[in-house]
Nanobody, 125 residues
Framework: QVQLVESGGGLVQAGGSLRLSCAAS????????MGWFRQAPGKERDFVAT????????YYVDSVKGRFTISRDNAKNTVYLQMNSLKPEDTAVYYC??????????????????WGQGTQVTVSS
């Protein structure tokens, strides 16, 4: 099991940027594929981005391609989500998640077995 703590959320105007961080502890971080998911008010939690344990592979939901970048620093046991050109529809609680996966990426929420507590991102118009 790995413990995850997100940070970096906040209030930003449309067109602005935020960088989310997710610090991991309790496991061999590079063995884990990491994912970012988000849940808007009244909606289900949705996939946003994922990165393989070795950092070589990434995948994004279409709505954030070209605006968001997922990255990781295995020496710091941290995964990041750089969010640029934010839109009001990006408003949600953002969660990071982990599952075993050194060389693969995973988009399905149910395959992740470690979750952070979430961080709120609010984009004003």
């Amino acid at each position: 099991q790995v413990q995850l703590v997100e940070s970096g959320g906040g209030l930003v105007q449309a067109g602005g940027s935020l960088r989310l961080s997710c610090a991991a502890s309790g496991g061999s971080f590079s063995r884990y594929a990491m994912g970012w998911f988000r849940q808007a008010p009244g909606k289900e939690r949705d996939f946003v981005a994922t990165i393989s344990g070795n950092g070589l592979w990434t995948y994004y939901v279409d709505s954030v391609k070209g605006r968001f970048t997922i990255s990781r620093d295995n020496a710091k046991n941290t995964v990041y989500l750089q969010m640029n050109s934010l839109k009001p529809e990006d408003t949600a609680v953002y969660y990071c998640a982990a599952r075993p996966g050194y060389g693969n990426v995973y988009v399905t929420e149910s395959t992740y077995d470690n979750w952070g507590q979430g961080t709120q991102v609010t984009v004003s118009s």
